[in-house]
């Protein structure tokens, strides 16, 4: 993590969603179970530095909650099966994707895997402690940005190779209606790109573009 995630993590703007009770639970023990935990994330997120901007339930309402907020980070604390809350923030983030911090006493391996294959960032089973929450953070940080730079370095090498594709079929276009070799007609598209200051595989697009279009 560069010295400029370290500034960023303190001024973090952090969505917080807690999970209903189920209706059919011993509410008295559940309830006191979920206060305990709310108050020991919320302990830990103030003394840490963390802007809490939203403390908000797992309703049908929260995609549209978490796009209006736009939050640097979500947490979820959830007593059990988090994966209906899971769904609704994948809708929420599917756009800008963020770091998703998961606290549960949900312990099952599918539970988990599930999770991680929803893009949620740090999985932390049984025990929320007040003094856990930073160093959780900074881990699920760290694991995001490493995530994102795999995603980027993925999308980089797609873009290009669909680049380099691009300008070999413009470059056989050319070969064809001009009869000349390879290495003149990627010359002549160099130039021309030059002549309209585009990048060489926009306008081998657009020769592509143009000779569908007469086909």
Do not use: C, W
């Amino acid at each position: 993590m560069t010295s400029k995630d370290k500034i960023d993590m303190r001024s973090l703007r952090i969505v917080v969603i807690n999970t209903l009770l189920s209706p059919d639970a011993d509410l008295d023990e559940l309830a006191l179970q979920q206060d305990e935990r709310a108050r020991a994330l919320r302990i830990g997120l103030l003394e840490a530095g963390y802007n809490i901007v939203a403390v908000l339930p797992a309703d049908l309402h929260l995609p549209d909650r978490v796009m209006q907020l736009q939050p640097d980070m979500i947490i979820i604390d959830a007593e059990s099966d988090a994966r209906d809350v899971l769904e609704h923030v994948v809708m929420a983030t599917r756009d800008a994707r963020r770091p998703i911090v998961l606290f549960t006493e949900d312990q099952a391996p599918s539970s988990m895997e599930a999770a991680m294959a929803a893009g949620v960032s740090a999985y932390i089973v049984a025990g929320l402690h007040a003094e856990r929450v930073k160093p959780v953070l900074d881990v699920a940080m760290a694991r995001f940005n490493a995530d994102q730079k795999l995603r980027n370095e993925l999308s980089d090498t797609k873009t290009k190779l669909a680049e380099r594709k691009t300008i070999e079929r413009a470059k056989g276009l050319l070969m064809s209606r001009h009869q000349i070799s390879e290495d003149e007609a990627y010359s002549k598209l160099r130039r021309m790109a030059m002549d309209k200051n585009l990048k060489i595989s926009e306008l081998a697009q657009r020769l592509i573009d143009a000779a569908d279009l007469l086909a």
